[in-house]
């Protein structure tokens, strides 16, 4: 058995030998430096890639949270002009029922403001419940409104 691996390792190292001839030392010492080289450019990008990542997700916090007040205050504008836009209205209505014979400017189509699905649902609520409290108050306006809104239409 001893034989036989000596007879093996005599041929790996012929082998290894014969490899080590194919190949120029010098270009693999070339190789070796130039892979050290790349491995530490890697290195340092990653570093400045690290440090980047951290300074944005810094920046992304600080900026979600002002763009969330900004847009939560838009939102509230937006409700706050809707139910400026209906009461206005409601008493242009009740000024044409009461007072026929001025001359009011037709009323003009509810502004529509551009939202998106979740903002149109919430603003859906907000009219439903504005809408039952207008209903209450327009009462006791005469039965002359639907009249003059129909004229006004013809």
């Known amino acids: 058995g ?60 600080a900026i979600s949270k002002d763009f969330e007040r900004q847009s939560r205050m838009l939102r509230e504008m937006k409700k706050d002009l809707e139910l400026i836009f209906r009461k206005i209205r409601n008493l242009r209505s009740r000024l044409a029922a009461r007072f026929p014979e001025a001359d009011l400017p037709p009323l003009t189509p509810e502004p529509n403001f551009a939202t998106s699905s979740a903002g149109s649902e919430k603003s859906e609520e907000s009219t439903n419940t504005t809408s039952t409290q207008t209903e209450t108050t327009e009462s006791d306006v005469p039965s002359t409104t639907t009249e003059l809104t129909n004229d006004e239409t013809a």
């Open 2 to 61: 001893s034989f036989r691996t000596m007879q093996k390792s005599g041929v790996a190292e012929k082998f290894t030998h014969e490899i080590e001839t194919l190949v120029d030392r010098q270009a693999i010492e070339t190789l070796l430096t130039l892979q050290s080289e790349i491995y530490s450019k890697i290195q340092q990008s990653n570093r400045t890639l690290a440090d980047f990542n951290q300074q944005s997700t810094q920046s992304y916090k």
